[in-house]
């Protein structure tokens, strides 16, 4: 069974960063994708990076590219998310997921989800 728990969230002025981490326990680095939502207030939850387990590519949303990289350290069974210029349209709990198959980018499609990790960006 894959747990996963969030952390490095906070509050941050608009421009700032923050790295978010996801300590994940069980065989997830063996066969997973891991991928990183969030989800702002009133608002769907939304796909930001994933990276794939085998090759270690990544994929990005529109919304983030350029802002964020999504990269993982497998000694520590870690996945990070370093957010750069970030803006208040961003602020919103952030969750990481990991999910065994085909590489998607559709929430409903993963099975395993932290607790989330609240960002708050201020202007």
């Known amino acids: 069974q894959v747990q996963l728990v969030e952390s490095g969230g906070g509050l941050v002025r608009a421009g700032g960063s923050l790295r978010l981490s996801c300590a994940a326990s069980?065989?997830?680095?063996?066969?997973?994708?891991m991928a990183w939502f969030r989800q702002a207030p009133g608002k769907e939850r939304e796909f930001i990076a994933l990276?794939?387990?085998?090759?270690?590519?990544?994929f990005y949303a529109d919304s983030m590219k350029g802002r964020c990289t999504i990269s993982r350290d497998n000694a520590k069974n870690t996945y990070y998310l370093q957010l750069n210029s970030l803006r208040p349209e961003d602020t919103a709990v952030y969750y990481c997921?990991?999910?065994?198959?085909?590489?998607?980018?559709?929430?409903?499609?993963?099975?395993?989800w932290g607790q989330g990790t609240q960002v708050t960006v201020s202007a």
């Open positions: 997921a990991a999910r065994r198959g085909v590489t998607v980018i559709a929430d409903n499609l993963y099975d395993n």
């Open positions: 069980g065989h997830v680095f063996d066969n997973h994708n």
């Open positions: 990276i794939i387990w085998g090759s270690g590519n990544s």
